[in-house]
């Protein structure tokens, strides 16, 4: 967990970011392996606020916390439709294939990324930036954005100095 951690601090220093979202920029991505929550599709506050707990409580009781901070998918389709806050699944990143879990394979590939500083939740401005270049690059989207904290409150300070990257799998 230390050594992950310590690779996100790592990563924090080399990406342009703003609060609006940093350049969007085509970074190639390895196939990862995502334990995911139930499927929620809600902008609901409280129904957030207990999937994310039960997510958390999940991976820390079947030990599946490699030290990556939660992060959160959600579908191209709601993004489509400006609905940037509901959320499809809450994940946490695994080493490797979490078998008899609940997961997700982010598939290997290009994405659309940016990197977004302050407030986690303040992310209609980066996903506006993304899907403009996406739209602008004449590329598709894939099935779902994930956004994942990069320096968290563990690693940061104060909330202003959260990293969260945002990206997107496309294609031509």
Do not use: C
């Given at each position: 967990m230390i050594r992950t951690k310590l690779d996100l601090v790592k990563l924090?220093?080399?990406?342009?970011v703003s609060q609006s979202g940093g350049e969007v920029r085509l970074e190639e991505s390895p196939e990862e392996y995502l334990v995911i929550s139930p499927r929620l599709d809600t902008d609901d506050h409280d129904i957030i606020i207990h999937a994310i707990c039960e997510h958390i409580g999940y991976c820390n009781h079947n030990q599946l916390n490699a030290g990556h901070p939660?992060?959160?998918?959600?579908?191209?389709?709601?993004?489509?439709?400006?609905?940037?806050?509901?959320?499809?699944?809450f994940f946490t990143k695994v080493p490797q294939r979490p078998e008899g879990h609940p997961y997700h394979v982010k598939p290997a590939g290009s994405y659309a990324v940016t990197y977004l500083k302050g407030n986690y939740y303040d992310a209609a401005d980066a996903y506006g930036a993304l899907l403009?270049?996406?739209?602008?690059?004449?590329?598709?989207?894939?099935?779902?954005?994930?956004?994942?904290?990069?320096?968290?409150?563990?690693?940061?300070?104060?909330?202003?100095?959260?990293?969260?990257?945002?990206?997107?799998?496309?294609?031509?």
């Open positions: 924090s220093g080399q990406p342009e939660y992060g959160a998918m959600v579908s191209t389709k709601s993004l489509l439709d400006g609905k940037w806050d509901t959320y499809a699944h403009d270049w996406i739209r602008d690059n004449r590329l598709i989207p894939g099935e779902f954005s994930y956004k994942e904290a990069v320096l968290d409150e563990i690693a940061a300070a104060s909330e202003e100095d959260y990293i969260t990257k945002i990206s997107i799998p496309v294609e031509k």
